[in-house]
């Protein structure tokens, strides 16, 4: 459905690294005014992936999706209760994988769908991880905090900004601005 269109490599590389800033900018803010639990914020980082994962493809968005993380896997992993294995791979590995299914479903339907769907593996990734890997992994004392009702929070936000930046990244597509970026 949606056929990929060559722009010049200078182009596509500086769409990355303004994107990979802006993901880790939006992380960092909404980390900050979002803040709703100390393992908690909102997050509109993934509106930078699933740009990258629409315009560049899903091997690059899935890089971007990683690097995009790493603002959150500071915050949360390094810095909090995840600790650093943990939080590699709760966050940038599960980052990572929206990109790249952000952009393998690009491919065959419309970018909202695209995001909407390509954030189920992340969800259930993330689930799992929170629920079973902290318990194994983490301190006893540490893992009791990821409680059912804080991981259906996190997962609860995490569902409501996804529908948000499908939501922008239709209607950037479809109004073709990342394109005219690239073409000009």
């Known amino acids: 459905m949606n056929e990929p269109?060559?722009?010049?490599?200078t182009k596509c590389a500086a769409l990355f690294v303004c994107m990979v800033a802006l993901g880790n900018l939006l992380a960092f803010?909404?980390?900050?005014?979002?803040?709703?639990?100390p393992?908690?914020?909102m997050d509109f980082?993934?509106?930078?992936?699933?740009?990258?994962?629409?315009?560049?493809?899903?091997?690059?968005?899935?890089?971007?999706g990683g690097l995009i993380g790493i603002v959150p896997y500071y915050r949360f992993g390094a810095a909090g209760w995840l600790g650093p294995f943990l939080g590699f791979v709760g966050i940038i590995v599960s980052k990572a994988l929206s990109g790249l299914f952000f952009g393998i479903l690009y491919r065959r339907v419309r970018p909202f769908q695209a995001v909407v769907a390509?954030?189920?593996p992340e969800s259930i990734f993330t689930y799992v991880v929170l629920k079973y890997f902290t318990h194994i992994l983490l301190p006893p004392q540490i893992?009791?905090?990821?409680?059912?009702s804080l991981i259906i929070f996190i997962l609860t936000k995490s569902w409501i900004g996804i529908l948000v930046v499908g939501v922008i990244a239709d209607i950037l597509k479809s109004k073709?601005?990342?394109?005219?970026?690239l073409a000009a």
């Open 118 to 120: 390509g954030f189920i």
């Open 143 to 148: 893992a009791s905090g990821f409680t059912d």
């Open 45 to 64: 980082s993934h509106l930078a992936t699933a740009i990258v994962s629409i315009h560049l493809g899903p091997g690059i968005g899935m890089i971007a």
């Open 5 to 9: 269109t060559s722009y010049s490599l």
């Open 29 to 37: 803010i909404y980390i900050h005014v979002g803040y709703a639990h």
């Open 176 to 181: 073709k601005i990342v394109e005219t970026v």
């Open 39 to 41: 393992q908690a914020a």
